[in-house]
């Protein structure tokens, strides 16, 4: 281990320490992502509320420890290593949501899934979230990443969202504009959550929303592989796709020991049962490799790796 991970382990030491029963140590952090591969976290805090985050807050402030904040797990991927920082997993009241079909309006805290969030709202007949059911994350990561598909975005629907940042402890509420959501991307800091956000819908029939969520789950389910995965890797450049790059490479299908990028869709990367999450790691690095030999692009990751900043 070099001098950076000795420090970072110190950190987690002191914060631990610190943090008392608040917090699990050496806790199994890959087995919470979608690849279910990869070590685990120094630390990990559930926060089943917001008195938690400004314990966090505090111990970060006074340790220096490295925070990571974890949703769903399903654009993540934990090294064999693991994480030596503290992971903070949301719970609690920050799972909460809120459908008020008069306002056609939506409230949703930080830890609830999309899929819910598009389930929940058709059933009440409101319009404009059904694209969500194919986002296995959670509001608080496609806020952060203004998450989409099916042609629509979060941005397109976002009021505005409550952010706390666990390094400074200070507030925020936040409009789209103050976001600067972007294709994939946001100014969410790696160190903020998103305890709450709202989206607009319009007040439509329950029937035709469910029958919308269900033709996209078919779609989906018709073209982008199951299994253990993490969703789309790249993130498309302007005006092209990373998946038919990919292809263009010649990659589609390529392996690396316990890793594959899909034969289905060449934007995912599948792992084995009992695989390691460092082949995903190598594997995306050839595949960028080989598209670059190939096109001259270099395609930029979609997929958020622990440890690293976003």
Known sequence: ?????????????????????????????????????????????VATGEGVLHAVSDVVARSGVDVLVVGCGSNLLV????????????????????????????????????????????AAGLRG???????PGSVGGAVSMNAGGHGAATADRLVGARLFDLRTGASR???????????????VAAGEV??????????GDPADATDEVASIVRWRRAHQPGGRNAGSVFTNPPGDSAGRLVE??????????????????????????????????????VVRAAVAARTGVELATELRVAGRDR
């Not at 110190?10 to 919470?32: F, I, S, T, W």
């Not at 979230?129 to 986002?135: H, L, R, S, T, Y």
């Not at 998103?194 to 007040?203: Q, R, S, T």
């Not at 316990?258 to 869709?265: D, G, L, N, R």
Request: glycine residues 12%; negative net charge; charged residues 20%.
């Open 194 to 203: 998103v305890v709450e956000a709202v989206f607009a819908c319009e007040i």
């Open 173 to 187: 509420t936040a409009g789209p504009g103050d976001l600067a959501l972007a294709y994939r991307s946001s100014n």
């Open 248 to 285: 263009l490479a010649g990659m589609k299908g390529a392996r690396v020991r316990s890793a594959q990028v899909s034969t289905k869709h060449a934007n995912f990367i599948q792992l084995d049962a009992g695989g390691a999450a460092d082949d995903v790691l190598e594997l995306v690095e």
């Open 79 to 122: 090294p064999d290593r693991g994480y030596p920082g503290l992971a903070l997993v949301l719970a609690g009241p920050l799972e909460r949501l809120d459908v008020d079909v008069p306002r056609g309006e939506l409230v949703a805290g930080g830890a609830v899934p999309y899929p819910v969030l598009a389930r929940r709202s058709a």
């Open 129 to 135: 979230m059904e694209w969500a059911v194919g986002i």
């Open 1 to 45: 281990m070099n001098g950076a991970g000795i420090d970072a382990r110190a950190r987690a030491v002191h914060a631990a320490e610190l943090l008392g029963e608040l917090a699990r140590r050496d806790e199994p952090l890959g087995a919470r992502t979608t690849y279910r591969a990869g070590g685990n976290a120094a630390l990990l805090v």
